[in-house]
Nanobody, 120 residues
Framework: VQLQASGGGLVQAGGSLTLSCAAS????????FGWFRQAPGKEREFVSVITWSGRYYADSVKGRLTISRDNAKNTVYLQMNSLKPEDTAVYYC????????????????WGQGTLVTVSS
């Protein structure tokens, strides 16, 4: 499966954005998907994952970001509310493979990323 993220942009602090991750290929329903982000000068970090058992979030985004999926559209979403300047990053979606949800190496088929910039 190939992934393409979109929906990033410039938003003021406190604003909202919805990111999309469109998947091509078969058997979308079989996969779990995650979002990671990489801020300038920092390592890529876990944001959220939607699995067969539930949805999980990084502590820094709990209560503000919501992950969802539309199997009919082969798309995963990340609804981002109450955005903060520290949310500024390139956001990536990826397919979860196995192991800990929070570790980057347990994902593959990374999309190209979409930039979110939150101004103060």
């Amino acid at each position: 499966v190939q992934l393409q993220a979109s929906g990033g942009g410039l938003v003021q602090a406190g604003g909202s954005l919805t990111l999309s991750c469109a998947a091509s290929g078969r058997s979308f329903n079989r996969y779990a998907f995650g979002w990671f982000r990489q801020a300038p000068g920092k390592e890529r970090e876990f944001v959220s994952v939607i699995t067969w058992s539930g949805r999980y979030y990084a502590d820094s985004v709990k209560g503000r970001l919501t992950i969802s999926r539309d199997n009919a559209k082969n798309t995963v979403y990340l609804q981002m509310n109450s955005l903060k300047p520290e949310d500024t990053a390139v956001y990536y979606c990826a397919v979860y493979v196995s192991g800990s949800y929070y570790i980057e190496r347990n994902y593959n088929n990374w999309g190209q990323g979409t930039l979110v910039t939150v101004s103060s």
